[in-house]
């Protein structure tokens, strides 16, 4: 960490105000995270509607996991293009696309058609729903790839943890209204009954909306119109969501490290990537983390949490409504982790959060192993450690890992680095989303959270060992820092 002396950890900034700005702020960061709702909701609905679904369409495992993984693995490209995109584009307009994106492709999954008989197979049926969720997934990892950089490059260093850690709360907020809308419309209208999915699945319209009419009135990034020359526009935007005095000096700041940046007449983007060893070396790092995240198996549990709570010896019944749990502890991680985001430095959030989801992975195996199939106990203790490894999840490394991802990465391949960075964790959770019900089939719980826990280890090493730290820094300190590699010689 730089030194209080040291001006490029912000110290010589006018401090923050409160006043009409922060409302401002906060108006901006609740409509940009309508995008991770949608993303929570679009993830998380699945869980609980593929049985209806495949039930109604006459789907085999097979194809219902075609259909599952098939919004999973867009998503990573949707990642990859989605911040090439917002690099040349704006974050702000490709935010509009997104929601456009997320509301053709809840359409096409909506009116899928089904076979001419009820539980009849229609291939015109299942290639329409899977083009649908193609587009959702395109919409959602494009959704999490620009999301944050947005949000963090409209906030002020001081506060950036906990507005771009937003975004990550609005995603477990989502994935949670799925559980509790799949329960409900279960319950209520019955999980046999036709067409039940289709309204699970069209919810989502709403927030879609939400998302296009909201950022229609919301301004650019400031350090993106820098970027592109618009100096004047960029201090007209810092001058909404900061004091006048701040907002010039920022405005200078970002503009004198960009100017700085461009008289060195190096590449942009990926030949920039390519020729500079740090920037190699901190998309690598970027690779890592996201990857850490998902080997975590965070994800197969909100997407096949009833599988591994039936697997545990509860009735279907019992699974759907115990799911809801999940998400309620998410949610509960969220707010927790916002409250720490920016009192705790990453690297120690990293880790406090790695020790407990890896002793959480030890205590479900051991419970499983320990425990005889059939024990009334079993269910319970099992239900209760997966619960407490979601709520360690999401306290210490969920919102602290796009927060990450978000600040890292130097202002002209920003979009493109957290880009590839969630590729790579996009299609790390695919290949779990697609494996994850055959693993638990073929080597059990038991088998199957030791794997984790092993993968967990790997990952508290490499945390410690290459993840350099950001908070506490501009965004400008931190994209000198680490394309001249100072950032490794800090801790």
């Not at 991680?333 to 959030?349: F, K, P, S, Y």
Request: hydrophobic residues 50%; charged residues 15%; proline residues 4%.
């Amino acid at each position: 960490m730089p030194s209080a002396k040291d001006p490029s950890d912000g110290s010589s900034l006018p401090p923050l105000t409160d006043g009409p700005q922060a409302k401002r702020l906060g108006l901006i960061s609740l409509i940009a995270c309508f995008g991770g709702l949608l993303f929570g909701y679009d993830t998380g609905v699945a869980n609980g509607a593929e049985g209806p679904m495949a039930m109604e369409l006459g789907l085999n495992l097979l194809q219902v996991g075609v259909v599952i993984s098939s919004l999973v693995f867009a998503a990573a490209v949707g990642a990859l293009i989605a911040g090439q995109v917002a690099d040349s584009w704006g974050r702000r307009k490709t935010i509009i696309a997104l929601a456009v994106l997320f509301f053709v492709g809840t359409l096409f999954v909506v009116f899928s058609p089904a076979g001419p008989e009820p539980g009849t197979f229609s291939p015109t049926g299942f290639g329409v729903l899977v083009a649908g969720r193609i587009m959702l997934g395109l919409a959602v990892g494009g959704a999490s790839t620009v999301a944050p950089v947005y949000l963090a490059e409209m906030a002020p260093y001081e506060i950036r943890g906990s507005i771009t850690g937003r975004n990550e709360l609005a995603i477990v907020s989502g994935q949670l209204a799925a559980f509790v809308m799949n329960a409900i419309l279960d319950t209520w209208l019955g999980g046999s009954m036709d067409g039940v999915w289709r309204i699970m699945f069209s919810i989502c319209a709403l927030p879609a909306l939400v998302l296009f009419f909201g950022m229609l009135r919301m301004p650019e990034s400031p350090r993106w119109l820098v970027e592109k020359g618009e100096y004047d526009k960029a201090l007209k935007v810092l001058n909404t969501v900061r004091s006048p005095e701040r907002a010039l000096a920022e405005a200078r700041e970002i503009q004198a490290v960009t100017d700085k940046e461009r008289q060195k007449n190096k590449p942009l983007g990926i030949k920039a990537v390519l020729t500079n060893r740090w920037l190699l070396r901190i998309v690598g790092v970027g690779i890592g983390v996201a990857t850490m995240q998902q080997l975590t198996g965070i994800n197969s549990i909100m997407y096949y949490g009833t599988r591994v709570l039936e697997e545990a010896g509860m009735t279907t019944q019992q699974a759907v409504l115990a799911n809801i749990a999940f998400g309620v502890v998410a949610v509960v991680g969220g707010v927790i982790a916002l409250r720490n985001m920016d009192r705790l430095d990453r690297r120690t959030t990293f880790m406090i959060g790695l020790t407990l989801t890896t002793t959480c992975h030890l205590l479900v195996a051991f419970a499983s192993m320990l425990l005889p199939v059939g024990s009334a106990l079993r269910p319970i203790v099992i239900l209760i450690l997966v619960v407490a490894f979601v709520a360690s999840m999401q306290t210490f490394l969920s919102v602290a890992v796009w927060v990450w991802l978000a600040e890292i990465f130097p202002l002209h391949m920003r979009g493109l680095g957290i880009g590839i960075s969630v590729f790579f964790g996009w299609g790390t959770n695919g290949v779990l989303t697609l494996f994850f019900p055959s693993l638990v089939s073929g080597v059990g719980i038991t088998g199957s959270f030791f794997i984790f826990a092993g993968v967990g280890a790997v990952a508290l090493y490499f945390v410690a060992t290459q993840v350099p730290e950001t908070r506490g820094r501009t965004l400008e300190a931190l994209e000198e820092a680490v394309s001249s590699g100072a950032i490794y010689q800090t801790r």
